[in-house]
């Protein structure tokens, strides 16, 4: 059957257009029920004294609907009460707004009073309504109304319940999302914590959190699921060095403990070798949310050694102190030795046996998004270190301070930019080669080797486009653009990196390889230079 539409007066083409008519229909039932909603649907845009005709019938197949639309209306005055909603809150909704009222196109008056309720029902008034009273005609094509405003009965929080994860550490709930007994009620604030949940990596949600409403108390329930967050990556070596017959390690070794105690803490342990240069060996555990407070501890083990020599280790404390569900500081302390494995004086070289004692803080930032390569969007963290280094023959203060930051600029569903900028300064008198900044490898420089660059200063500025083939794929660019110092051999250089890189979620675990060719100022470019950068992150 097909349904034919008049007006009188006559409407523009485009504007029936707008209203999606269906035109050929199975039966006449849903071709009277289009009718009757297209009727409403007039009167949303204006038409408010429009009327529908009996349906004429043309022949067994067509039928005619004919709309009597009389005059349209195109704005409404709207008088409210300055205590119901902040002026800010009614600029979302209008262009003009004043003391006593507010002026909106009728065409937007159901949304725009949907979203002015949303408002309520965010700041803990579930059963908010609103509705409009003296509603009268103000001229040919406008309307006047009085703003009236139910807040009903204002919600809090009274009880959380978890179910399906009954040992989930409730403390991340309270200094993690910011949720917790007591607070208003709102729906909306409430679905996006639960999404922060999902962040965890040792938990997921399941559905979206459940409300119970009884006459005087308001129950939450969320709904979780506990996950296997334990990473491990690694390839180890022997071999005897054939002239000091020693056993000697080489590969590299990364394991990460997470949440299986169902407290939220965390042990990593890194190795990485390569059988003759240099070793590094980090040892580090989290312990959040002491006695269900915002307070963490932390402590962490370093030893550095660069062949034969030196070796350095280095041991540092903190407590931790979480200011919001994105925000955390700490402070600390942190304490080094060094010791020089030559046995014989080397012209040229500046390492020497030294101690240093430091006091730390720090503040670190975090964004997270609901993308499962990307899931972290925005990190910035600033550390700062004020303290001694003693050797021999004399005690320098000192200054360190590091700054991180990354961010993601998502372009569309599949295309976007990544951008990190990591920088550190060694602030004394002098310097000794074996208490420099090391940098360089897949996690700073690429295109170098790891920790191949020893400076007192460096900044360097990682860049990548990247391209989803699909949510477990994509492919990216590698440009990196460094600057360093080094106040020992009084140098100053600049570095630049170019590749390509390809990153994959698999069975065995997320999987990357970058290939970069690194550079300095004054090197040309040698393809034979390239290196390979391979990681792989496997959840058990």
């Known amino acids: 059957m097909e349904l034919q539409i008049q007006t009188e007066p006559q409407i523009s083409k485009s504007l029936l257009d707008s209203l999606n008519i269906q035109t050929f229909y199975s039966d006449y039932i849903s071709l009277k029920k289009e009718t009757d909603s297209l009727a409403e649907k007039l009167q949303q845009l204006g038409y408010i004294e429009s009327e529908l005709n009996p349906l004429i019938k043309n022949n067994d197949s067509t039928y005619t609907a004919s709309f009597l639309l009389g005059e349209r209306v195109n704005y409404i005055k709207v008088y409210y009460d300055p205590s119901y909603f902040r002026k800010n809150e009614l600029l979302h909704i209008a262009e003009e707004v004043y003391e006593e009222y507010f002026i909106l196109k009728f065409s937007t008056l159901k949304s725009s009073l949907n979203k002015l309720n949303s408002y309520r029902v965010d700041e803990g008034s579930p059963f908010a309504r609103i509705r409009l009273d003296n509603i009268e005609k103000d001229g040919s094509d406008s309307l006047t109304a009085t703003l009236v405003l139910d807040e009903g009965n204002k919600r809090i929080i009274d009880s959380i319940v978890i179910k399906g994860y009954d040992k989930f550490p409730r403390s991340f709930l309270t200094h993690y999302t910011g949720i917790r007994p007591g607070q208003s009620f709102s729906q909306k604030k409430l679905v996006s914590q639960n999404e922060i949940l999902n962040n965890l990596g040792f938990a997921n949600t399941l559905k979206a959190p459940e409300v119970l409403f009884r006459e005087k108390v308001t129950w939450v329930y969320f709904y979780l699921n506990k996950q296997n967050n334990n990473l491990f990556d690694g390839i180890l070596g022997f071999s005897t060095n054939p002239e000091t017959q020693n056993l000697e390690f080489n590969g590299y070794l990364n394991l990460e403990l997470n949440n299986n105690l169902n407290y939220g803490e965390q042990l990593v342990i890194n190795y990485k070798a390569d059988g003759n240069e240099q070793q590094n ?66 012209n040229g070289n500046n390492i020497e046996d030294y101690t240093s004692r430091f006091a730390t803080t720090g503040l670190n930032y975090i964004k997270q998004q609901s993308v499962p390569l990307f899931p972290l969007k925005t990190y910035i963290s600033l550390d700062a270190e004020i303290g001694v280094r003693e050797l021999k023959t004399k005690t320098e203060n000192q200054q360190r301070i590091s700054t991180l930051f990354s961010h993601i600029f998502n ?32 996690n700073t420089m690429r295109g170098f080797d790891e920790n191949s660059i020893d400076a007192t200063l460096f900044a360097v500025l990682n860049t990548e486009y990247r391209y989803s083939f699909t949510s477990s794929m994509f492919l990216h660019t590698i440009i990196d653009l460094g600057y360093f110092e080094n106040q020992v051999f009084q140098q100053k250089e600049k570095l630049y990196s170019f590749g390509l890189g390809l990153g994959m979620q698999t069975k065995a675990g997320f999987f990357r390889i970058n290939l970069a060719n690194g550079k300095s100022e004054n090197q040309n470019f040698k393809f034979s230079s390239t290196k390979i950068h391979l990681s792989i992150s496997s959840t058990f």
């Open 281 to 346: 060996f980090r040892v580090k555990t989290n312990l959040p949310y002491l006695f269900k407070t915002p307070i963490g501890v932390g402590a962490e083990l370093k030893i550095f050694k660069r062949d034969s020599s030196f070796v350095t280790t280095e041991q540092h404390l903190r407590l931790t102190y979480q200011i919001n569900p994105s925000s955390s500081s700490y402070v600390g302390y942190k304490g080094a030795l060094s010791s020089n494995l030559l046995k014989e004086v080397v």
């Open 411 to 442: 372009l569309n569903n599949k295309n976007s930019i990544y951008i990190q900028n990591h920088a550190s300064m060694l602030i004394s008198d002098t310097f000794i080669e074996n208490e420099l900044f090391r940098f360089g490898g897949i």
